[in-house]
């Protein structure tokens, strides 16, 4: 980044481009989650599972937001690591109801963070426990648990649970997620 | 839900329950999406404890969704698509007894009955009988009795039931009996879908019944009216069932019998048949062939006609086998559970990994559960649930463990140009083959007499080191030591009669003088206890220095007798000792 760059980032006069990845398993509410970040104006109507990816922009008050709204269907999930090395940031993505295939999830994750475009560097990785209003879903503290999170230890992580449907939960992750990469 | 190592790396715990209080076998456990919403439930057809407690369970997930009471044990259990209606939900079909329950949106929707057998003539007119009070009890079990005894039409469960009773709850049964007509039933035994007329996935599909009658049904899906009846030479216990009723299909079933029968259509009697040394216990389809457990302990291959292509003895007796089919990946193979806790994986007769399980597996089942395409369900003994997923980067590989052929095996050989010698020999032997033959046969009799006859003449002459004689059997060999000129000689002198000593021997030795010298030519053997080796030693003086060397002749003798027992010529080696001087 040149000189000028960084000075009209610190003016306001130019937006960091930031791009965010956003993984998890098919069905965990990625998109839904993507499409109540966009302005009201631009959300779409029905949600239906991703083919392949789509690419979203919106901006925010600081920063550029490019999203990589993945598809998380097992004969897709080979295509996420051809995007790890342009990434700046990772939101995964939780079903709180699928306890089934929580230790897909993790393993999943596991595979992620061993990635070599992504093991040595200090991005941060926000977490959405989503779908928090099924009755039968597990708490955001028994979801970080349950993908061993604590083991996280060379990047910034935050947890937070979501409900994409109703767009709750979903600003304090965002906000945390602004604040890791303003620094 | 740490990964565990009884895995081999390619299986995600996702769920284990021990105490879920299942029991059931493989036939009786099915997955379908039975709600449409593209998450496929458990459904098991649980057994309780055999006489009570047996329910249809529906699982979401880890948990139990639903649960409704089955009034009979139940011997198997299809999702099935029944009718064009959207959206696409499959009904269920449980077989018990004589009837067909089906179950649609989790509510009995339908009951099927199997058609009544034919019941013996002789009996219903002794119930007619008994009906108009024409004879007691007592003469009616005699009756009965007797009709059992030469009857080629079995006893209806009624009568059957009447004569095991106690002579004092007789006449309450015939009272309470004799008004309703008698009816023979048969049950069902095993229980398969047949696509109607397409392949789709979630096309239209009939029911196959197996029943103890020996015979196949198959049932209209919508009308629940008999499509097709075929006839088996015994009960079946076991059915794979593929292809389509319109167009083409193929009902494998295991018998009672220990054979496998192979069904087609148009056809009401099995086309081909397998026989297997022993019983069958596991059945399945893997593409085109039939793979199939024995009580042997052994897995065998068969193509879908009958021929046996391998068989792979196995650790441990086989308790339940499914195929795992993951078309998503094009794979193809069979689990099979067996008694020591394990769960293994084979494609053909290659051992592909092994699965530990904490207890013996009972059933297993696998395909899509819940958004998993493919996911391992187990259920074991003592009525746990377990539910493992494929990792997607799980690769099987077919060398994993299996001992095959070595890879050199398969490395063609540089083999060289045949040459002009080599063709013209070979026309040469294609063209007086007959000549050759007769030649060698001719040289190979001679041979033989040449031998003989060498043979005869050693025993005769007794120039053998063995003796044949009855009253003296006597072994002996001999070893020379040394460089020379002085040789040690030991003769080992065996007795190899059973128990009789021999006595009164002795060994004397013939040679060349001007050669050899002998301290003493002539020696007595002591007594020969049989069966001990005994060694007798001489020396024996080189007296040429010419670098020559001859024969000793050593005879064994007997006392009074002039023709030796035995006799052995000792090749004498060179004398060194001189030359190196
Ligand atoms: N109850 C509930 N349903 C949700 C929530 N978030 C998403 N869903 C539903 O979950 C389903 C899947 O959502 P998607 O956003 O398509 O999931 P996805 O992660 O993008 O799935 P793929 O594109 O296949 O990877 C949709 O039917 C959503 O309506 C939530 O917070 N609560
Ligand atoms: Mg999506």
Redesign the interface.
């Known amino acids: 980044m040149g000189l000028l760059d960084k000075l009209s980032g610190w003016l306001g006069l130019k937006k960091k481009e930031v791009n965010v990845l956003c993984l998890g398993l098919d069905n965990s509410g990625k998109t839904t989650i993507i499409n109540q970040l966009k302005p009201a104006n631009a959300q779409a109507q029905d949600i239906v599972p991703t083919i392949g990816f789509n690419i979203e922009k919106f901006k925010n008050s600081s920063l550029s937001f490019t999203v990589f709204d993945m598809s998380g269907q097992s004969r897709y999930r080979n295509l996420w690591e051809h995007y790890y090395k342009e990434s700046h940031a990772i939101i995964f993505v939780i079903d709180s109801g699928d306890k089934l295939r929580m230790v897909v999830a993790k393993e999943e994750l596991d595979t992620l963070l061993s990635h070599e475009d992504i093991r040595g560097r200090k991005m941060p990785v926000l977490f959405y426990a989503n779908k928090m209003d099924l009755r039968d879903a597990v708490s955001s503290v028994k979801v970080s648990q349950m993908l061993c999170l604590e083991n996280i230890r060379d990047k910034p992580w935050h947890i937070c649970a979501s409900n994409a449907i109703r767009g709750e939960g979903l600003q304090e992750g965002l906000d945390w997620l602004q604040e890791q990469i303003a620094q | ?1 740490s990964e565990s190592s009884g895995n081999g790396g390619k299986w ?4 284990y329950d021990p105490v879920a209080g299942l029991f059931t076998f493989s036939p009786c456990v099915d997955l379908a999406d039975l709600s449409g919403d593209g998450e496929s439930r458990l459904v098991v057809g649980d057994l309780g404890s055999g006489s009570t407690g047996m329910k249809l369970k529906v699982f979401r ?3 139990l969704l639903s649960e409704s009471t089955l009034l009979d044990l139940p011997a198997g259990l299809v999702a099935f698509f029944m009718d064009l209606h959207e959206p696409r939900i499959p009904a269920v079909a449980v077989a018990s007894g004589p009837c067909v329950y089906v179950y649609k949106n989790l509510r009995p929707y339908f009951k099927f009955t199997l058609p009544g057998l034919e019941v013996n003539s002789l009996e219903q007119d002794v119930w007619q009988q008994a009906r108009e009070g024409q004879i007691d009890p007592l003469t009616l079990k005699e009756m009965l009795e007797s009709i059992r005894k030469k009857a080629d039409v079995p006893l209806s469960m009624r009568s059957l039931r009447f004569l095991s009773l106690e002579t004092d709850d007789m006449d309450d049964f015939v009272q309470l009996h004799k008004q309703q007509p008698i009816r023979r039933q048969t049950v069902i035994t095993c229980i398969g879908t047949l696509k109607k007329s397409t392949a789709d996935d979630d096309g239209v599909s009939c029911l196959v019944i197996g029943t103890e009658s020996s015979d196949v049904y198959v049932l209209d899906p919508e009308a629940f009216v008999i499509l097709s009846k075929m006839s088996l030479p015994a009960a079946p216990t076991m059915m794979d069932v593929t292809g389509q009723f319109d167009v083409e299909f193929r009902i494998t079933v295991a018998c009672r019998d220990g054979n496998i029968y192979v069904l087609r259509r148009e056809l009401d009697k099995p086309k081909y048949c397998i026989k297997l040394s022993s019983h069958p216990v596991g059945l399945v389809r893997v593409g085109k062939n039939v793979m199939v457990g024995c009580t042997d302990e052994s897995l065998q291959g068969f193509t879908q006609k009958g021929k046996k292509l391998w068989r792979t003895v196995l650790a441990a007796p086989i308790t339940t086998m499914a195929a795992m089919d993951l078309p ?1 990946r094009g794979f193809q193979a069979v689990l099979v559970g067996l008694a020591n806790c394990e769960v293994q994986l084979y494609r053909d007769k290659n051992l592909l990994s092994t699965i530990k399980t904490p207890d013996v597996v009972t059933s297993i089942c696998f395909g899509r ?5 493919g996911t391992l369900i187990m259920t074991t003994k003592g009525g746990g649930l377990m ?1 493992k ?1 494929l ?3 799980a690769v099987f590989d077919d060398r994993d463990g299996a001992p095959g052929p070595p890879l050199a095996q398969s490395v063609r050989l540089n083999v060289p140009k045949k040459t002009k010698l080599y063709v013209d020999q070979t026309l040469r032997e294609r063209e007086n083959g007959l000549a050759m033959h007769r030649a060698f046969q001719m040289d190979l009799s001679r041979m033989r007499l040449t031998a003989a006859k060498a043979y005869v003449k050693a025993l005769e002459s007794s120039l053998a080191p063995v003796s044949s004689s009855i009253s003296e059997p006597l072994k002996m060999n001999a070893v020379v030591q040394g460089l020379g000129p002085s040789f040690k000689l030991t003769l080992n002198v065996q007795n190899t009669a059973a128990c009789r000593p021999a006595t009164n021997l002795a060994i004397s030795f013939l040679y060349d003088e001007g050669l050899y010298r002998m301290r003493n030519p002539y020696m007595r053997i002591p007594l020969l206890v049989p069966g001990l080796v005994y060694p007798v030693e001489t020396s024996v003086e080189c007296t040429s220095d010419k670098g020559i060397s001859d024969i000793i002749k050593v005879f064994v003798l007997h006392e009074g007798r002039s023709c030796p027992l035995l006799t052995a010529h000792i090749n004498m080696p060179v004398s060194e000792g001189e030359m190196l001087n």
Not at chain 2, 12 to 15: E, I, Q, R, V
Not at chain 2, 369 to 373: A, I, P, S, V
């Open positions: 839900m995600l715990d996702a769920h997930g880890t948990a998503t559960y819940g958004r998993e395409d539910v997923i990792k997607r980067t």
